[in-house]
């Protein structure tokens, strides 16, 4: 609970209707799309950057943790108030201030959701490239303060490689513009550094971000395999051969099945795994690099191999592609996602340690990923209503993720740390590691109100319960 | 500088780390010292007692062919990085100027970039992990060996660009990328428009560069059939893709890089003196310059690069010419918050003072 003087500073700033402090509607807001939750003790809807650098005073005034939020979309927990106070929420900010064709770029408010962004510069022949599963719900501020990914990312880049600038508030309430337009700057990247800083470091409340002209050419490619290691062998060697495709994602049998029968998008059912591959550019281009595609996907045990002969189509090979975590709930109402990285090498052997840890926690796993970026989604499908199996849940996780980091690999590739693998940080980073990090934090949140208990551990909340499996070293300390 | 700095080449990253932080404990002057081609940049240091280079780190730690991932000491050239590259058909899209003997953790101090810019990004979009040793001595490790990662803080773009001024780079991890599949290069001599027309081809170029002289160079790569109708369909002559090297030897005593929005660059340009020697990336919105006039005439060209949203920063000049334009023009307005982020890392000031913006 806030103190009731707090709560009538926040309702002079935005006004009594846009201050949220019932505890039934709090309750709303407690969670994100990742497992845990706990609820703010208020939501503020801000308006406006003055309302957000003013609602930031007022956190740091009286040091309450204070935790932006765009659609709640994220996997992590990184919108999570997991110590309490201000949830702000800054999806009323939703207008595209300005879309320039000539320079290809646009600025937006944070709450924008990525797809509308895409939708409105297709008008002028331009589209927003990071494209999240989520891209229907999630904001581009959320986006820009997780560096979200998406399966085009392949080739075009992550959320970071897009944005050129960004207006922040600190933790001090007051507002800054960091880079811009130019290619260089000269000083420091503040934004570079501030992208995928999980609202941590700053609240976001003007994105500027590069538009990118659409392709006049685009071919997408169906493909099954017999098994999750020849599909990941066929991966291998497209890149191996030099072509990088605009997308190339994996799904396993579990998923195929559960998709299917959902979107009749004609996946094979009998398949160990498929692949999605897409490639853009003029048709001259997309056209050899599809035969060429075609013909190392069939000589690595590629069967049943279809392409897309309209945009139809096309869209509903993505449609199962993207809802697909939705078609799980065929099988399980709730899934734990985790989205580890490894070297695109290792994805034969960590996909095989996924499957053995699933087997031996007696828990339904379905994997559907970027399979080009070496990032894994497993899914631990699993019913919340059984509480004896949510310990299990997490171990499985937990295991998924240290295989991926004896492999050379990372925590995560786009949904973030946050509230969710904070604790496995050290398995990446030795504490002169996390020592430079934190000095970023300190100098921008010394009071370290901002997303409080989030990227680095926190002992008091939450400790590793695994030694790792026994037998094998950590390869992540690379020098 | 009054006196002959100290010299120190450590041959690990550990010795480099005890050398920076000895150095830093005495309160002592350290300049970090790659492959020397960028030394002229930044603003005239008063004094230096120690430079620190990383010649000796000169190591490919890492190259996983099938990840398309390298890893590598700072002190490598990038020359030697490429030859390593280039035995499995692979390449880093880096071609800066001034070559050949960058190093690259000069490149990534530094943050010089070439024409391949245009169609790659720059270091910022590729470096994909990094490790620096700390004016404490600490070594401290960002990223990873995977190409998309969002764990922790992107301390990568905290360094890249940093001039040292925060810690010594010792080591990077890359994505790297496939030597194109076919790669032509056209040139022209019709100036802004022929440079625009080709900037404006169903395949985008991945380089493109204008010169004062009006030529135009732009070069494709890709797939055959798509590379043979874009160049076929410009209708310019066909040269050899050598002319790259030639001119990424370019390096003035004295240049200044001018780096504005893209639409700006025109403009910009022709505001030049007359008789002036430059060359452009328009697609990027960079432009080099090989400054012939007086400081006067350099701080017009900033003032006018600035009010486009750019800057005008000086890459090499004689110290008199260099103190009275200045090296990097107005500060940015967020530049407490730069001292800031500095004093956490360099509390003593010991790299690079007065060099860099902070």
Known sequence: MLAETVADELRRVVGRESVIDSANDLRIFERDASIEGAAPDAVVLASTTEQVAAVMKVAARHRIPIVPRGAGTGLSGGAVTIRGGIALQVTRMRRILELDPIAQTATVEPGVVNQELSLVAAQHGLFYAPDPSSQKACTIGGNAAENSGGPHCLYYGVTTNHVLGMEVVLADGSVHWVSGDAPDRAGLDLCGVLVGSEGTLCAITKIKVKLLPIPPSVATMLAAFPTIEAASHAVSAVIGHGIVPSALEMMDGVTVGAVEAHYHAGYPTDAGAVLLVEVDGIAESTRELMVAIGKILSDNHGYAMREAQTPAERDLLWAGRKGAIGALGRIKPNYYLHDGVVPRSRLPEVLAAVGEIGEHYKLPVANVFHAGDGNLHPNILFDMRDREVMHQVESAGEEMLRAVVEMGGALSGEHGIGLEKNAFMPWIYSEDDLDAMHRVKDVLDPDGILNPGKIFPDPSRKSVHLAGRTGLAIEARWW | ???????????????????????????????????????????????????????????????????????????????????????????????????????????????????????????????????????????????????????????????????????????????????????????????????????????????????????????????????????????????????????????????????????????????????????????????????????????????????????????????DFMREVGAWGTPPATLDVMRRLKHAFDPEGALNPGRFVV
């Open chain 2, 1 to 319: 500088m009054v006196t002959a700095p100290a010299v120190e080449t450590p041959s690990t990253a550990e010795e480099l780390a005890h050398t920076l932080n000895l150095a830093a404990e005495e309160r002592l002057v350290v300049v970090p010292v790659g492959g020397g081609r960028a030394r002229g940049m930044g603003d005239v240091l008063g004094t230096c007692d120690v430079e620190i280079h990383t010649t000796k780190l000169d190591r490919v730690v890492e190259h996983s062919q099938a990840d398309m991932v390298v890893s590598v000491e700072a002190g490598i050239t990038l020359e030697a990085l490429q030859a390593e590259l280039a035995k499995s058909g692979q390449f880093l899209p880096l071609d800066p100027f001034n070559s050949p003997g960058h190093s690259i953790g000069g490149l990534l101090a530094t943050g010089w970039t070439g024409p391949l810019r245009l169609r790659y990004g720059s270091p910022r979009d590729f470096l994909i992990g990094i490790r620096v040793a700390l004016p404490d001595g600490k070594l401290a490790t960002a990223g990873g060996r995977v190409v998309k990662n969002v764990t922790g803080y992107d301390m990568m773009k905290l360094h890249y660009g940093a001039l040292g001024s925060l810690g010594v780079i010792v080591a990077a991890s890359f994505k790297v990328f496939p030597a194109p599949l076919h790669d032509v290069t056209v040139a022209s001599d019709g100036g802004w428009n022929a440079a625009v027309h080709a900037l404006s081809t169903p395949v985008p170029p991945a380089a493109l560069e204008l010169f004062s002289s009006g030529h135009v160079l732009a070069r494709y790569s890709g797939s055959r059939d798509a590379v043979d109708r874009v160049a076929g369909d410009l209708g310019w002559k066909r040269v050899e893709t050598d002319v790259w090297d030639e001119h990424s030897r370019r390096g003035p005593e004295t240049w200044a890089r001018i780096s504005v929005p893209r639409e700006a660059l025109r403009r910009i340009v022709h505001g030049l003196p007359s008789d002036a020697e430059w060359w452009a990336s328009p697609g990027t919105g960079i432009a080099h310059w090989a400054v012939t006039s007086d400081a006067r005439s350099v701080l017009g060209v900033r003032a006018k690069a600035e009010s486009a949203g750019g800057t005008l920063v000086m890459l090499a000049a004689p110290d």
